[in-house]
């Protein structure tokens, strides 16, 4: 047979194999292809819209006041992901520190937090205090200011439960949190759909309270982000999915315009609020960045699809499976033993453009109860739209991949992987 894969090292077997799937999976890889081309066409309208120019490209510094393309792509952010307004700067170096500074900006003495997606994630769950789970106090999370947590676990199947939701929302209840992303869990993402119906629940019983989604690794997976949904606020990072794989940091906020006001005041300082934080020469990259979001996430998705579905057919456990409706860019590989997802993981970092000759080894990574092996060769460190793997070295022995800017990286890096296995 015509293997193009031989030379980088894929054997005629799982080639075979890999021709197979591709053919079986054309119908999800046309389906991603539906949704880039409907949320490209949104951002390039949004562009327009803006009347973004070059002359929005420049180097503005110190307190950052009037800094007219700082405000262009903020108005694009806010259009793209259907808010009033947006807070978008390379000052924010992570989600968790996107998602913290609502909770603060937001939340009072006496108010209520409420998660509708389960525990946080761990970082996550630090910010909140020890009654999100956090393994310790650290000075500054919300218990210490009185405001009380509590978390309503999904359903079986990983559908929000409607009921226990509605019964959960107190008269103090300020926030209700979503995590749409699956994150570092077994359990699947949240769709549009499902927002909807929890955004329904939540105003049914009361109107006033707030509602936020942590948009991380979801963002252009669907055509509808969570504001669209009803959502009063989205947060994510830029060294995630809207960052396009140029940004090197960076994170965003969009939604109700005093809301987005209040968080801002939070990052920089009553009074302040979004008129300071200069934007440093990045606006062209965070434009840009923007711009490509859509089609890299859909090379992330079709590179996922494709893991997917090679995976399941050399007998292992992949969920989302190949051809299940996706709300993230996360797959996860349910191997068998230890042994297999330190082989993927260094199959992917050998995969990798940076750091392609680095052997990952597992270590005892804080905050987690157990070595945990990481792979990722980015051009910038942490970015989870670029291709990268890790897993925690105890049963159930599952690998999380994610990313990648370009679907033939990905598809050769599970190639070779299922091939070192020897399972194919």
């Not at 030379?7 to 880039?36: H, K």
């Not at 949240?190 to 629940?201: C, G, P």
Request: proline share 6%; with cysteine.
């Amino acid at each position: 047979m015509n293997n193009p894969y031989r030379d980088y090292g894929v054997s005629d077997d799982v080639a075979r194999v890999a021709s197979l799937v591709t053919g079986q999976i054309a119908p999800a890889i046309s389906e991603v292809e539906r949704i880039r081309g409907v949320n490209q066409l949104r951002v390039l309208r949004a562009f327009q819209n803006a009347r973004i120019s070059d002359i929005h490209f420049g180097y503005p510094t110190g307190y950052g006041y009037d800094d007219i393309g700082r405000e262009k792509i903020e108005e694009a952010y806010a259009e793209i992901f259907g808010g009033q307004s947006a807070y978008v700067r390379i000052q924010i170096s992570s989600g968790t520190q996107a998602i913290a500074a609502c909770l603060s900006g937001i939340l009072r003495p006496g108010d209520h937090l409420l998660s509708v997606t389960g525990k946080p994630y761990d970082t996550l769950a630090t910010v909140i205090g020890p009654s999100a789970g956090a393994g310790k106090a650290v000075p500054g999370n919300l218990g210490e200011f009185g405001i009380t947590f509590s978390c309503v676990e999904l359903q079986d199947d990983g559908s929000p439960d409607l009921q226990l939701i509605s019964e959960a929302v107190k008269e103090n209840t300020k926030l209700v949190l979503i995590q749409k992303s699956r994150g570092y869990s077994q359990r699947r993402s949240l769709f549009s759909s499902e927002i909807t119906d929890i955004v329904s629940a939540v105003r049914a019983k009361n109107p006033q309270t707030i509602i936020l989604a942590d948009n991380c690794y979801g963002e252009f997976v669907e055509d509808k982000e969570p504001c669209h949904c009803g959502v009063d606020l989205c947060a994510g990072s830029l060294i995630k999915n809207p960052g396009g794989g140029i940004c090197p940091s960076g994170g965003y906020i969009v939604g109700r315009e005093d809301l987005v006001e209040m968080v801002a005041s939070r990052l920089s300082a009553p009074g302040l609020g979004s008129h300071v934080g200069p934007s440093l020469g990045f606006n062209r990259t965070i434009a840009q960045g923007l711009f490509l979001a859509p089609h890299v996430v859909a090379e992330s998705l079709k590179g996922a699809i494709f893991a997917a579905a090679l995976f399941k057919a050399a007998g292992f456990d992949t969920s989302p499976g190949p051809f299940e409706k996706r709300g993230d860019i996360v797959q996860t590989i349910c191997f068998h033993a230890p042994e297999q997802v330190m082989s993927f993981c260094e199959v992917i970092q050998h995969c990798s453009p940076v750091d392609s000759f680095v052997r990952p080894e597992p270590w005892d990574m804080p905050g987690y109860d157990g070595q945990v092996i990481m792979a990722a060769g980015t051009f910038v460190q942490g970015s989870s739209i670029e291709l990268s793997a890790d897993g925690p070295m105890k049963p159930p022995y599952i690998a999380y991949l994610q990313g990648g800017l370009v679907s033939e990286q990905i598809m050769l890096a599970a190639m070779l992987a299922v091939g070192q296995m020897g399972v194919l």
